[in-house]
Every structure is written in C-alpha cells, then in structure tokens.
C-alpha cells in the first residue's frame, strides 16, 4: 500500500519530464504518455490542462501527508464539498410546504448558509476537499479549529454558536447518506460533535406554569441589595425577555402611551422588537420612571458602587439568581428557576390566551406573534423549544397571572421577617456546635481539603434534588442552618468549612 501511495511523487517526474518534450515539438499531434497511459492529445492547450489536474491532485496528496492524513489519490471530477453545498443550499431556498409557503425563510436560510460556509473554511475541510473523502478525524479537527477561532472583537467563537455551525453542516452530510451518494457517515464516529437537542416543548421541568408563576410572584421580595426585585422579576415574566435586555432597560424604551416596550439593545440587531406593556406591569414600572430623565436606567445596581467608588457611569445590576432562588423556596417550588426559565414561562402562557381580531373576534394567539415577542425568527423553535404544551386555557386578552398586590413597603417588610428567621436559624445551628465542642472550624487550606469539601457538597446536592426536598426539609433533616443549605445549593463554598460539610454529609448518609 505505501508503494501505491507513494507512486504519484515518483511518476510526477516523468509526467513532468514528457510534456516538457511534448512541448518542445511545437504542439504537434504526437501521443503522451502519462503513467504508462497513451493520450491522444490535440494541442498543446489540451495537454497543459491534462498536466495541471494532475499537478492540482499530487498537491492535494502532499497536503494530505504534511497533515498526517491517509495518502488518497483520486480523480478530480467528484463532487467537492462546496459543490454540495451549493446544490443543498440552492435546494432549500426552493423548497416549499403543502401551502406554498418557503420552508427555509430568508433569515433562516443565510443562518443556514453562513453555518455551512464557516465549517468548509476551515483550514482541515478545505484540505480533504471532496466529500466521499471527509472522515471522523477531519470533523474533529474542523470542531477544534472552530472553537479557536476568533471574532471580530478577537473573543473566540462560543460554544453554541460552533454547535450551531457544526449541526447545520451535519444536516447537509445527513442528507447526502440518506440519498446514497456517500457510503459512510462522517460525523457518527465523531468524538467532538455535539448531541442534537431533543425536543423540550413537553418537558415540564423547564417552564412554570400559572399557579408556580403566581406563587412565585407572591413571595419575591425587595430587599436593601435589591429594591427594584418585585419588579424586575415581573418584567423577566410579563414579557420574556432575555436578562441582558431586561437589566439594561431604559426609561425611554418604556411607552407607556402606546403600551409597549421596545428592545433595542438585544442579544443582536434582529432581536430588536416591540413588546406589549401589560396593564399589571405598567403599575410596577412607572414608580420607577418618576422624576428619572428618558436616558437613565431603569435598573440601577446598588452594589456596583460599592464594589468600585471610581467607576463614573452608573452600572446596571447583573445578577438576581439569588433573589429567584430565595421567591421559589419560599413559594414552594422544587424547579431551579432561572432567567431562561421565565422566557419559557411567558411563550407558554401566550399559548394559551387569545387575541381579539379587528372585527372583535377572539382567537388563539398566533404563533409568529409569539416568537416575535421573545426575539426570535423561527417558529420552529416556538414549537420545540419555548411554548410548552399544558392542557390548561384561559380566556384571557391581557396577561395576568393572578397574584396579589403589595406596596413596595409590605414587601420590604416582609423579606426583613424573613431575613431575621434565617438569621435566628443561623445563630441556633451554631450555639448547637458549640455545644456539640466544635468551637473553631477553620476554612480548607490546601488543595485536598478543597476537593473534598466540593465532592460532599456536590453528593449532597445531588441527593437533595433526587429526593425533592425543600430547603426546609434539608435544614431539618441534615441539622443545618439555612445559609449553609443555601450554599451548598448553589455551589458557593468559599465561607463553609469542610469540617460542618463532612457533618452534613455523615447526617445524610443515616438518612
């Protein structure tokens, strides 16, 4: 086999050597004879062309060898992976549903487009050039060169954005195998490609549905680190929108008059997009707006000063993880709420409402209505991903999840209640370690200590969502205090000694 692949070198010589002569005659019609082959050639033009293919194709083979790649040698009339990819793309921009509508819409099909376009040029595709030739290795090595590559603002690319890329590639070589035209598929031995995304839209574990919305609502609380909480988690719920948009929302992006908000600074320039101002969300947001100048923010952070006195613009607040967290123990509510679970929560609620026509009829709420809403372009993924299905409807024209209305001052008051519980808990668990001898409880020093305090937390962790425990019931059951199953919950170790984490892991053990 290696004297095989080793033939192109050595009769690239007297391929070489035979046109040189052929061409000395002055283009007559005398016969060539390239690797023991007699070609009837009838002019120097036709014979120049003969020579570059051949030259084209042992250059391959040499890029092939400098990369580690099998020697291949084949002719140069295939089809080549860009070819495919032209006749794929220009077949999903005809491609048409049973109403005649274009299945691949414009902004679709240049996602689509540019997906494809930036894996074949990688420097590893544009090697193996043609399709029948693309191994598992090629794909590996296109992956890895993906997620180095840098951007515009000279960041690598994310890891989504290359899974994005690498799926849109895949569906083209799917395509190819499905209608023979390769034999083998390169991406099923793949070590690095990412598992394609199962269908979400059933899964109820990733979306609230209007009882937990509104029980959730109920128990969030302003507090001195965040007095805005009440209504910037109503914002995240009312609207679905992304939490960078929401924290960096401006006075001026707030019509009240006109009962929308305007995105404009999204995620990117097709995510901005107009959203209704509901009446329940109005009330919340218009103290806020009082006696604030158009430019200002409407969520400016309190600790962000604190943090840095020199900083000179005012910084938007960037985080309420541990606010959610705190309204959905207190709510009952055993899901990990999250910001992306909010947006998942507002597609599934507009599912279930109606919209009044122009003539004042009431009808479901369309589809591309929604995903516009939510900064998207693909009803596709209002199907599969965001609008979860519930068998619950509601007849309702202005969203509304129920919950009750609290002055900012009953919500203040009431997280400081909860506050002072907690704390009590705390000084309780501790006057018990005292009791128990353990006085001093210094923090891990050394790198062991450390993982072991992470690999009780993570066991523990674990085992309390496997079980479903609320936050109360892991305190009791565990002997711990609030802040401690707090921590633990969220990973944040850097203030827990491993000492009361071994203690806690031993409790739950004899459970």
């Known amino acids: 086999m290696a004297a095989r692949e080793a033939g192109p070198y050595r009769n690239g010589g007297r391929f070489w050597g035979n046109f040189s002569k052929y061409a000395a005659v002055g283009g007559k019609r005398e016969p060539l004879k390239v690797r023991g082959e007699t070609v009837a050639t009838r002019d ?68 689509r487009k540019l997906g494809i376009m930036t894996c074949l040029s990688t420097q590893r595709l544009r090697q193996v050039k043609f399709v029948d030739l693309l191994k598992p290795a090629d794909i590996d090595a296109m992956i890895g060169e993906l997620l180095t590559r840098p951007t515009e603002t000279g960041a690598p690319l994310t890891a989504s954005t290359v899974r994005g890329y690498v799926m849109e590639l895949r569906k083209m070589i799917t395509e190819l195998y499905d209608d023979g035209r390769i034999e083998r598929h390169p991406f099923e031995r793949a070590k690095l490609v990412p598992k394609e995304a199962d269908p979400s839209a059933l899964d109820p574990s990733l979306y609230l549905d209007r009882d937990e919305t509104r029980r959730l609502l109920d128990h969030v609380v302003n507090s001195a680190q965040v007095p805005f909480a009440f209504a910037l988690v109503s914002l995240l719920v009312y609207t679905g929108m992304r939490k960078e948009e929401a924290m960096r929302l401006r006075i001026s992006d707030v019509d009240c008059e006109a009962g929308l908000i305007y995105v404009r600074r999204g995620k990117s320039k097709q995510a901005k997009r107009d959203i209704p101002l509901w009446p329940r969300l109005r009330k919340r947001l218009e103290p806020l707006m009082c006696g604030k100048p158009r430019h200002a923010l409407l969520f400016v952070s309190v600790v962000a000063p604190r943090r840095n006195p020199d900083a000179a613009d005012v910084q938007p607040i960037d985080s309420i993880d541990g606010t959610l967290q705190a309204a959905s123990r207190r709510a009952g509510i055993t899901k990990h709420v999250t910001h992306q679970m909010l947006r998942h929560t507002y597609a599934s609620a507009r599912m279930q409402m109606l919209h009044r026509t122009v003539t004042g009829t009431l009808i479901p709420v369309d589809r591309e209505l929604i995903v516009s809403e939510i900064g998207h372009a693909d009803a596709e993924l209002l199907k599969i991903v965001y609008a979860h299905i519930s068998r619950d409807r509601v007849e309702q024209v202005l969203l509304d999840y129920g919950e009750q209305e609290m002055t900012p001052e009953a919500r203040a008051e009431l997280g400081g209640k909860e506050q002072s519980a907690r704390r009590a808990a705390g000084y309780a668990a501790r006057a018990a370690r005292r009791q128990a001898g353990i006085v001093v409880e210094p923090l891990p020093s050394t790198d062991e200590e450390k993982a072991e305090r992470q690999r009780h937390a993570r066991t523990i962790r674990e085992y309390v969502r496997a079980q479903g425990w609320m936050p109360q019931v892991a305190e009791e059951r565990l002997k711990a205090s609030p802040a401690d199953i707090t921590a633990i919950m969220r990973g944040d170790l850097s203030r827990l000694p491993l000492s009361r984490v071994r203690m806690y892991a031993n409790a739950m053990a004899r459970t």
Not at 79 to 105: W, Y
Request: charged content about 35%; glycine content about 4%.
């Open 44 to 111: 120097i033009a036709t014979a120049w062309k003969l020579f570059t293919d051949r030259k084209r194709m042992y250059e391959e083979a040499l890029a092939r060898a400098a990369l580690g790649l099998p020697l291949e040698v084949r002719a140069v009339d295939g089809p080549t992976l860009v070819e495919c990819a032209e006749e794929f793309l220009k077949t999903r921009a005809l491609m048409v549903d049973s109403k005649g509508n274009t299945v691949d819409r414009e902004r679709r099909w240049k996602q």
